[in-house]
């Protein structure tokens, strides 16, 4: 009988994206694999950084494995402790899956250091080593002679992911689970803004689950429409007018510091996927405060009442804790008396 031929891919997948399921693609075409198995990591000590949790990088990896019914998954790194050396993994499958002919995947940059890995002479003679060209990028020459397989150019890294970067080389369900499990999301937002208003927006963020949960709402909807109210702030006028031009002509004519609430609220959706239409109508209206909806108003209120801005808020919050639209009206009136002030001081310094 012929012996199923499985091609393996471990990784960290922090997330996974568009690199590793070509990767895994080109293996069933060049390899003549029948399945493709995925292998998540365990928290390695050589890694720099805490990797996220196994539970998010499995779960994204399952939904990512829907694009192909060859793609499986592999728990035999995470269901044991310690670092994972590739001879272990290896053995383990070996043993469990006798019947099983494997090949193991790797990128140039994994080839260049094979001669560090553990038994690294004995690892040949287990599996097929390949090296998936992702990048472009030549292996050196090795005493290794690895078999080489083309894949779709994917210039893409997990980290440049969780920097917010690169996004659309995320499957589409990966990206919404994203979104749910608030993962990379203040490193997301962190490339459009000023660390000082990235600590406003983290604030405000906060306060809007506060106010969500006190009155039954849905919290990590509120605390999404606050991380990313201001995400447009920062950007150049005339990139904020482009936008604003585009989805609110009317917004025009209104004073340009109103803006980037416009803008925004098409920017999450363009640029991060965020459809629901209440977070981007609570966007939309955050600096004026112009809508009712009770995410509008606590958005609107979280704003203003940021314990960051540096004056005592504390009675409006607790005003706003108690009942929402109470609490939203005296924050609109307190705003506009400011805004009134303002203008007044302006207007005296320019008579004179
Ligand atoms: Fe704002
Ligand atoms: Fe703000």
Redesign the pocket.
């Known amino acids: 009988m012929k012996k199923k031929k499985v091609a393996l891919l471990g990784g960290s997948f922090d997330p996974i994206h568009w690199g590793h399921l070509n990767m895994a693609k080109a293996a069933l075409e060049h390899l003549k694999v029948d399945e493709v198995w995925f292998i998540p990591s365990n928290q390695t000590p050589l890694k720099d950084r805490v990797l996220s949790p196994a539970a998010d990088r499995l779960a994204m990896v399952r939904l990512a494995l829907k694009e192909d019914p060859r793609f499986k998954i592999s728990t035999v790194d995470l269901s044991r402790n310690g670092k994972s050396y590739t001879f272990d993994t290896l053995k383990i499958l070996k043993k469990q899956f006798p019947e099983v002919e494997f090949a193991w995947l790797m990128g140039a940059d994994q080839a260049n250091q094979f001669d560090q890995w553990k038994n690294a002479d004995q690892l040949l003679e287990m599996a097929d080593f390949a090296v998936v060209d992702r990048d472009g990028k030549e292996p050196e020459s090795s005493r290794f002679n690895f078999k080489r397989i083309p894949m779709v150019y994917t210039p893409v890294s997990s980290s440049e992911i969780r920097k917010g970067e690169k996004i659309n080389f995320l499957p589409e369900s990966v990206r919404q689970y994203l979104l749910d499990h608030e993962l990379y999301l203040v490193a997301w937002v962190s490339r459009h803004v000023s660390a000082k208003r990235l600590a406003?927006?983290a604030s405000?963020a906060r306060l809007c689950r506060m106010f969500a949960k006190a009155h039954g709402l849905d919290e990590h909807k509120a605390w999404l429409a606050g991380l990313f109210?201001?995400v447009a702030?920062d950007m150049p006028i005339n990139e904020q007018k482009k936008w604003v031009a585009a989805i609110n002509p009317a917004g025009l004519s209104e004073h340009h510091a109103i803006w980037h609430g416009y803008a925004g609220s098409e920017i999450v959706r363009r640029n991060f996927g965020i459809e629901d239409p209440v977070i981007q109508n609570a966007i939309f209206n955050?600096v004026k405060g112009t809508s009712y909806d009770p995410y509008a108003m606590i958005v609107f209120a979280a704003?203003k009442l940021d314990p960051l801005r540096g004056y005592d808020s504390k009675p409006l919050i607790s005003a706003c804790m108690l009942d929402l639209y109470n609490g939203f009206m005296l924050v609109k009136r307190e705003n506009r008396e400011f805004l009134d002030r303002e203008k007044r001081v302006l207007a005296e310094k320019e008579s004179f």
Request: proline share 0%; aromatic share 0%.
């Open positions: 406003h927006s405000v109210h201001d702030k955050h704003d």
